[in-house]
């Protein structure tokens, strides 16, 4: 029982970083598109 919490926890933890990585790549994909089409409309 114990180990199965054990796996799990770090199964967990191992999404958090996964998911905190995918947030950080999909903000600053966002950021790059915003500040892309903000140069293109000023130009």
């Not at 933890?13 to 995918?22: A, P, R, T, V, Y």
């Not at 790549?25 to 790059?32: K, P």
Request: net charge negative.
């Amino acid at each position: 029982m114990s180990e199965e919490n054990k796996d799990n926890r770090s199964f967990l933890q191992k999404i958090e970083k996964e998911f905190d990585w995918n947030l950080i790549a999909l903000v600053s994909v966002w950021i790059f598109m915003l500040t892309t089409f903000f140069l293109i409309f000023v130009g």
